[in-house]
């Protein structure tokens, strides 16, 4: 059973244009929203994360936007570059009892980014 | 610094042999996670070290597999009577106590079962 709902599952976008990725979760004991970044052959990489107490945060070019009614978050990759093409991960994880965060992640987005 | 390091980066095998994956985490960190990632899917967890006990083994999908880290740092992930349905790349990730939040991954070992 999926935790974390992912879409799109691909998206090609422009040089210079806005990449948007949703994700949906229903366990709202979730308290932890990172978004990794993966290449191929690589392991995931964090790129910015969330907490639910605020509703956006921003990183320079990526942004997360944070809707906890909703149980949805999403991220933005803004003036996308032709480096940013990769698969996106969302996830979302709770703190256990020995202080550890196993993560739930999306399927992933693979975007791709047209020079 | 050095980070998370898994050994091997692939590994071929035929159905019904056993293999040992091993991560290294980053220095310090005493905190160890493995997931396994399917083709075109997300990871998924398996198991979490703090130190050197198995905290969390709740995703391990049967009992053909078992890890271990007998002293705190380098852990191995054995996967015993392999099956083609172990094919995926098996992840490693590590984090500092005090920061449990932030893991920083390794860049797994691809295991295909013949």
């Known amino acids: 059973q999926q935790q974390v709902k992912q879409s799109p599952q691909s998206l090609i976008v422009q040089k210079g244009g806005i990449s948007i990725i949703n994700c949906a979760y229903e366990n709202t004991a979730f308290d932890y929203f990172p978004w990794y970044q993966q290449f191929p052959g690589k392991g995931p990489a964090l790129l910015i994360a969330i907490r639910p107490d605020v509703s956006e945060k921003k990183e320079g070019r990526f942004t997360i936007s944070f809707n906890k009614s909703a149980k949805q978050f999403s991220l933005h990759i803004m003036d996308s570059q032709p480096g940013d093409s990769a698969t996106y991960f969302c996830?979302?994880?709770?703190?256990?009892?020995?202080?550890?965060?196993?993560?739930?992640f999306g399927a992933g987005t693979t975007v791709t980014v047209r020079a | 610094g050095a980070g998370v390091s898994q050994t091997p980066s692939n590994k071929v095998t035929e159905k019904g042999k056993y293999v040992e994956l091993r991560c290294d985490p980053i220095?310090?960190?005493?905190?160890l996670y493995w997931y396994r990632q399917s083709l075109g899917q997300g990871p998924e967890f398996l198991i979490y070290f703090q130190g050197t006990g198995a905290a969390d083994d709740s995703g391990l999908p049967n009992d053909r597999f078992f890890a271990v880290r007998p002293e705190g740092s380098v852990s191995t992930l054995k996967i015993q009577r392999t099956e083609r349905g172990d094919s995926a790349v098996y992840l490693c990730a590590s984090s500092l106590a005090g920061n449990a939040d932030t893991q920083y991954f390794g860049p797994g070992t691809r295991l295909t079962v013949l």
């Open positions: 220095s310090g960190h005493t905190a």
């Open positions: 996830a979302a994880s709770k703190p256990g009892n020995l202080n550890d965060y196993k993560l739930s």
